[in-house]
């Protein structure tokens, strides 16, 4: 994981949230982030991840139920 990424996650709380995750999720964000060519739209992505894992139910725009309780 970049350092910055691991950096906003922390910064605002939400590593256990991104660790909760399925392995497919946490992989596929990472790579979409890192495959971004211009800073802006990695911001911009890293951004989405971040308020998609506050929020809990979005991934990747998408609703999603999460794990059953």
Do not use: C
Not at 3 to 21: C, I, K, N, Q, S
């Amino acid at each position: 994981m970049p350092d910055d990424v691991r950096a906003a996650l922390d910064g605002r709380d939400l590593m256990a949230a991104y660790e909760e995750r399925p392995a497919y999720q946490r992989n596929d964000y990472l790579h979409w982030i890192a495959r971004a060519k211009r800073a802006e739209t990695r911001d911009k992505r890293l951004q989405q991840m971040l308020d998609e894992l506050r929020r809990g139910d979005v991934y990747m725009r998408m609703r999603w139920a999460g794990k059953s309780r």
